[in-house]
């Protein structure tokens, strides 16, 4: 696991020194969990330093790392997090030194949060334009880009004998099912042992159990060939949380369940079992209390819901004993304490979260108020 971030280690001392000791042990025990490395610039020969070191750190301690790869180009099509790489020779040359960092080493390898969800200039399968639109880019071939830089990264990660490889799968309450599907095929997936869910985000646990669910069983019916292969390449025929299920309405989501019932489960020639499906880790770190809805009458525009909401809390800690057969871990992804970014939400004067009514750190950096939250409204420990 990481170090602590340096906030987190002054903000312990702080509280420490003002005697309160219950904050101070449990921001302690939150920065103590295991929670994700991630490498997110430096030339090649620095990333596969910076690696190398990680992975001597966790045989010391027994432990497998986990790997977040965040820097593909347009990361983040210019928000808070953007950064990434020039172009897609510089991109795969950086991965080639991540690789070659992790050699043979065990590490599980979370491939770039938000890179299968935000493709520059690209076109869903229900024909919808891509709001990221960045003027650097060509409208022609950027996405088209994108997947050859997932791709490329796929077969350099996926070659390593002793890597677990993980592809962006969004979460629950952003892209359908047969959209992230489509996405996942394309960018290799066949070759990677399956998706993320939920990388720093808050939607709650068995939502996203039901919608990794439900991608692994999608990825198989759009790639399954009997039946004169009619369903091939269809992953938008697939249901998903928005159809024929309400996402606003967990308890309608069987209705979703049972079209893969109907279609893969009971399929003239279905699934062999959990190992013929791929499988996905879920993002538990910040997901305790779910998702923050904003105030009904907040002002127009985008209430940025993901963005440092008030009064979330911890999630279920890390664990490989999950319970369900196609979710192989449940993970710290995004570090919890660390910053989202600014949230300017509905775009106010000044710079002020209106929600806070103070500004917000730049991502990244450590937020002691939200920090308290987490560990205040988390959800107990099994």
Same mark, same amino acid.
């Given at each position: 696991?990481?170090?602590?971030?340096?906030?987190?280690?002054?903000?312990?001392?702080?509280? +420490?020194?003002?005697?309160?000791?219950?904050?101070?042990?449990?921001?302690?025990?939150?920065?103590?969990?295991?929670?994700? +490395?991630?490498?997110?610039?430096?030339?090649?020969?620095?990333?596969?330093?910076?690696?190398?070191? %990680?992975?001597?750190?966790?045989?010391?301690?027994?432990?497998?790392?986990?790997? +977040?790869?965040?820097?593909?180009? $347009?990361?983040?099509?210019?928000?808070?997090?953007?950064?990434?790489?020039?172009?897609?020779?510089?991109?795969?040359?950086?991965?080639?030194?991540?690789?070659?960092?992790?050699?043979?080493?065990?590490?599980?390898?979370?491939?770039?949060?938000?890179?299968?969800?935000? /493709?520059? *200039?690209?076109?869903? /399968?229900?024909?919808n334009t891509e709001w990221c639109q960045p003027a650097?880019?060509?409208?022609?071939?950027?996405?088209?880009?994108? $997947?050859?830089?997932?791709?490329?990264?796929?077969?350099?990660? =996926?070659?390593?004998?002793?890597?677990?490889?993980?592809?962006?799968? %969004?979460?629950?309450?952003?892209?359908?099912?047969?959209? /992230?599907?489509?996405?996942?095929?394309?960018?290799?997936?066949?070759?990677?042992?399956? $998706?993320?869910?939920?990388?720093?985000?808050?939607?709650?646990?068995?939502?996203?159990?039901?919608?990794?669910?439900?991608?692994?069983?999608?990825?198989?019916?759009?790639?399954?060939?009997?039946?004169?292969?009619?369903?091939?390449?269809?992953?938008?025929?697939?249901?998903?949380?928005?159809?024929?299920?309400?996402? =606003?309405?967990?308890? %309608?989501?069987?209705?979703?369940?049972?079209?893969?019932?109907?279609?893969?489960?009971?399929?003239?020639?279905?699934?062999?079992?959990?190992?013929?499906?791929?499988?996905?880790? /879920?993002?538990?770190?910040?997901?305790?209390?779910?998702? *923050?809805?904003?105030?009904?009458?907040?002002?127009?525009?985008?209430?940025?819901?993901?963005?440092?909401?008030?009064?979330?809390?911890?999630?279920?800690?890390? %664990?490989?004993?999950?319970?369900?057969?196609?979710?192989?871990?449940?993970?710290?992804?995004?570090?919890?304490?660390?910053?989202?970014?600014?949230?300017?939400?509905?775009?106010?004067?000044?710079?002020?979260?209106?929600?806070?009514?103070?500004?917000?750190?730049?991502?990244?950096?450590? $937020?002691?108020?939200?920090?308290?939250?987490?560990?205040?409204?988390?959800?107990? =420990?099994?």
């Open positions: 696991m990481p170090p602590p971030n340096e906030g987190a280690v002054k903000q312990i001392a702080q509280l +420490v020194k003002k005697r309160q000791y219950a904050d101070a042990k449990a921001l302690t025990k939150m920065v103590a969990t295991p929670q994700a +490395v991630w490498f997110t610039e430096g030339t090649p020969k620095e990333v596969r330093r910076s690696v190398e070191k %990680t992975v001597r750190h966790a045989k010391l301690q027994r432990a497998v790392p986990v790997i +977040v790869a965040y820097n593909l180009p $347009f990361r983040d099509c210019a928000q808070y997090s953007a950064g990434g790489a020039l172009d897609t020779a510089s991109y795969l040359a950086w991965i080639d030194g991540l690789a070659k960092g992790i050699g043979t080493s065990e590490a599980i390898v979370l491939l770039e949060p938000d890179g299968l969800g935000i /493709i520059p *200039w690209y076109t869903t /399968i229900n024909g650097e880019a060509d409208p022609a071939t950027a996405a088209a880009d994108r $997947f050859e830089q997932v791709n490329g990264a796929v077969d350099r990660l =996926a070659a390593l004998p002793n890597v677990s490889l993980y592809l962006d799968g %969004t979460h629950s309450g952003w892209l359908g099912v047969g959209d /992230i599907a489509d996405r996942l095929h394309k960018a290799g997936v066949g070759e990677a042992d399956g $998706f993320f869910l939920n990388a720093s985000n808050y939607q709650l646990s068995e939502r996203q159990v039901k919608y990794g669910n439900w991608i692994s069983q999608c990825l198989w019916y759009g790639t399954n060939d009997a039946e004169g292969g009619w369903r091939l390449g269809h992953f938008d025929y697939c249901a998903s949380q928005y159809y024929p299920a309400d996402p =606003a309405d967990f308890s %309608t989501w069987g209705l979703t369940d049972q079209w893969y019932v109907d279609n893969v489960t009971n399929a003239a020639n279905p699934p062999s079992g959990p190992e013929a499906l791929k499988h996905s880790v /879920i993002d538990t770190s910040r997901n305790g209390q779910g998702p *923050w809805t904003a105030p009904a009458d907040h002002p127009a525009g985008d209430p940025q819901e993901w963005c440092n909401p008030p009064e979330r809390g911890l999630g279920l800690r890390p %664990t490989t004993s999950t319970g369900e057969a196609l979710v192989d871990a449940y993970l710290w992804i995004k570090i919890p304490g660390e910053s989202d970014g600014e949230c300017l939400r509905w775009a106010p004067d000044g710079g002020i979260d209106p929600v806070r009514g103070y500004p917000g750190p730049a991502a990244g950096d450590w $937020f002691p108020q939200m920090a308290l939250e987490l560990v205040h409204n988390a959800v107990p =420990a099994s």
